[in-house]
């Protein structure tokens, strides 16, 4: 059973930094489009960043210039650098990825920027 698991949540002042990341795993022949969403309090879930297999990224505007996601195919995992966090980024993040052609989605990991 393929499944995505996210770890490196957790509570960060406003400024600081994260790094997230998420490990596939089991019987996997193919990860496409890989991508980080994450839902706000009180708000539905949205988009973060994507990145194609070849290493292409693309982002959303509150993250461009902050957020960096990066994935190392041969160890079949991604990466999300939060940098100057902001109380806004509070949310839990979840892991996307197109996986044996099918779209699966981690557990979500819990990031709260405060002071």
């Known amino acids: 059973q393929v499944q995505l698991v996210e770890s490196g949540g957790g509570l960060v002042q406003p400024g600081g930094s994260l790094r997230l990341s998420c490990a596939a795993s089991g019987s996997i022949f193919s990860i496409y489009l890989m991508a980080w969403y994450r839902q706000r309090p009180g708000k539905q879930r949205e988009l973060v960043a994507t990145i194609a297999r070849e290493g292409i990224p693309d982002y959303a505007d509150s993250a461009k210039g902050r957020f960096t996601i990066s994935r190392d195919n041969a160890n079949n995992t991604l990466n999300l650098q939060m940098n100057s966090l902001k109380s806004t980024d509070t949310a839990v993040y979840y892991c996307?990825?197109?996986?044996?052609?099918?779209?699966?989605w981690g557990q979500g990991t819990q990031v709260t920027v405060s002071s």
């Open positions: 996307k990825a197109q996986i044996n052609y099918r779209d699966l």
